[in-house]
């Protein structure tokens, strides 16, 4: 229990300590083992409460996307993420990030990319979909630094919103 009051912690703290973030990225995911003062364990035991994080989020999506249109979320869903453990996602994404080049991705797109390669998908598709998410990412990031966050969120709400009606 101590222990894991302790990994909800650093949780906390790193989480509290990225104002001006949209996502975890390679920077962060390194900067963990510097927060729990380089200690395997609790090393481990982050990342993977982080992983499963974003794995029950997907969960509670697809059920509840499942509630209205099944065959939608079965096929929004139709899962590569889930083709590794948590231990081998961890793996993957330390190798990924041991490239600098890619610590811009954020950590989701990098769980996406370490089960490609898993997977063994073809490295053209692989590349690509690095290049997109460098690209959209660093986008995203030159928009919020042209302009105000809360503009930017309200013209992409108004935008899906015209989409609807």
Known sequence: MRKLFFVFFILVTVGLSQQHRLFWDGGDWKRIERKVDHNPELIYQVKAAYINGIMDARLYDYLQTWNVAPQLADSLFADITDYMSTKELVRAVDFFYEDAYNLTIPLPSAL??????????????????????????????????????????????????????
């Open 112 to 165: 996406i990319i370490a089960t490609m390669y898993a997977e063994r998908m073809p490295m053209n598709m692989i590349d690509e979909y690095i290049k997109q998410s460098r690209f959209w990412i660093n986008g995203l990031y030159m928009q919020l630094d042209e302009r105000d966050g809360s503009d930017l969120l309200n013209e992409k709400l108004e935008k899906h919103r015209a989409k609807g009606n």
